[in-house]
C-alpha cells in the first residue's frame, strides 16, 4: 500500500494551493481518507476526513476555507485550500482508515492504518 501525497509548495497569504493523495494498493472508496498536519514544533492534528459515502468533515477551525473531495475512479483524495495563511504552514499528510470507523474516531490519528510521506506547505507573510 502506498499513499503519495503531492502537491504542497510555497504560497502567498491569501492564496490557495490542492493537495492529492494518490493511492496504490488499496481501494479509497472502501477507506476512510484522512487529512492531519504538523507544524514545527507542534503535535500532528486533524484537517478534514472523506467517508467511502461521501460525507466529509473538516476541523471546525478550518470550515469555510478547506475542502476535502475524493475521486474514486482516480483513486485519489483532494484538499483544496484558499485563503491560505502563515498558520497554515505545515507538513500535511494523508491517512487511510477503515470504512467502518465512526464519525467521532475520525479525528484520532490511531484509526489510520496506512499513511503518506508527507508534503510540505509554507505559506508566507
Known amino acids: 500500500v502506498q499513499l503519495q501525497a503531492s502537491g504542497g509548495g510555497l504560497v502567498q497569504a491569501g492564496g490557495s494551493l490542492r493537495l492529492s493523495c494518490a493511492a496504490s494498493?488499496?481501494?479509497?472508496?472502501?477507506?476512510?481518507m484522512g487529512w492531519f498536519r504538523q507544524a514545527p514544533g507542534k503535535e500532528r492534528e486533524f484537517v478534514a476526513a472523506s467517508r467511502s459515502g461521501g460525507n466529509t468533515y473538516l476541523a471546525d477551525s478550518l470550515k469555510g476555507r478547506f475542502t476535502v473531495s475524493r475521486d474514486n475512479d482516480k483513486n485519489t483524495v483532494y484538499l483544496e485550500m484558499n485563503s491560505l495563511k502563515p498558520q497554515d504552514t505545515a507538513v500535511y499528510y494523508c491517512?487511510?482508515?477503515?470504512?467502518?470507523?465512526?464519525?467521532?474516531?475520525?479525528?484520532?490519528?490511531?484509526?489510520?492504518?496506512?499513511w503518506g510521506q508527507g508534503t510540505q506547505v509554507t505559506v508566507s507573510s
Open positions: 491517512g487511510a482508515a477503515s470504512g467502518l470507523s465512526s464519525i467521532a474516531n475520525m479525528r484520532r490519528q490511531s484509526i489510520y492504518i496506512h
Open positions: 494498493g488499496l481501494i479509497v472508496s472502501r477507506y476512510v
